[in-house]
């Protein structure tokens, strides 16, 4: 009776076909203990995991604070009262010249005539004595009256000067070229364009003072106005400052996000 073949714990796979020209393939030992259902290994589960999320700073909402600001001070000038004044001042010098023309014809025991206001040497010193005054008005501006005293001597000498240049201008088609500079002498000398620059000065010189006294007027105002407008821009500043202060405090504090946590389980294989 041969003898029985002891039981191997591994078994043995052989093919039943080997081809002649391949190599015969390895054995495979498989391992028949069971894995228990039980054992560690046949249940797999994940530790928790948390998932942690950097704290970002929450900046609060900046609001905007409004403070109406103040209209920009600006000084007040004298000029447009000064222009009004010296075009007023042009009829009175207009009429004071009218009158010197009549005294003039009474004097030389001449009829009275008013033909002269419709020439052009009446109204040439006329046309120059506004032209003076204006500009010296708009110049001083707020000035004193001594800018005042001074420029009438500024207009007289306009008057003066110009009314020479303006005859020579309206009679050149009857002055010779070698007596132009004669001519200008004689009219310069001449008792009409004296007179006419004496008035010149005084009514530029008694108007102006209208001019001055209002000047001085609204230089106060001025003043005053530049210290209501310091005033007033300080207080902008405070309240501007206070709403800054209002809306600091009313601002939300900002919290640290809550680490979120979840937990992954894994459902044991069947």
């Not at 929450?58 to 920009?72: D, L, R, S």
């Not at 110049?139 to 420029?151: D, K, S, T």
């Not at 306009?158 to 002055?175: D, P, Q, R, T």
């Not at 009313?250 to 680490?259: I, R």
Request: charged share 15%; proline share 7%; aromatic share 8%.
């Amino acid at each position: 009776m041969a003898a029985k073949r002891p039981a191997s714990d591994s078994a043995e796979v052989t093919p039943t076909e080997v081809d002649s020209g391949e190599a015969a393939p390895v054995a495979v030992v498989a391992d028949p203990t069971p894995v228990a259902p039980d054992s560690p290994s046949a249940t797999t589960t994940a530790e928790p995991v948390v998932a942690e999320t950097p704290a970002q700073p929450v900046t609060p909402a900046q609001q905007v604070v409004y403070v109406e600001a103040p209209k920009p001070f600006l000084a007040k000038g004298n000029r447009g009262f000064g222009v009004l004044i010296a075009l007023l001042s042009t009829v009175i010098f207009a009429a004071a010249c009218a009158g010197a023309k009549l005294v003039e014809q009474l004097a030389a025991h001449a009829p009275l005539s008013f033909a002269f206001i419709s020439t052009a040497d009446f109204w040439a010193p006329v046309v120059l004595f506004a032209i003076g005054f204006v500009l010296l008005v708009l110049v001083v501006n707020r000035a004193g009256w001594a800018a005042h005293v001074l420029g009438s001597i500024f207009v007289a000498l306009v008057v003066y000067f110009g009314s020479g240049g303006a005859y020579l201008a309206l009679n050149a088609a009857h002055i010779p070229s070698n007596e132009v500079a004669q001519q200008f002498d004689a009219n310069l000398f001449r008792v009409g364009a004296i007179v006419v620059a004496i008035i010149a000065r005084e009514v530029s010189l008694w108007m102006g003072f209208l001019i001055a006294s209002r000047g001085r007027k609204v230089r106060a105002r001025n003043v005053d106005a530049r210290v209501l407008y310091d005033q007033e821009i300080a207080a902008k500043r405070a309240e501007y400052e206070q709403a800054n202060a209002r809306s600091a405090a009313a601002a939300p504090v900002a919290e640290a996000p809550v680490a979120e946590e979840s937990a992954v389980e894994e459902t044991p294989a069947p």
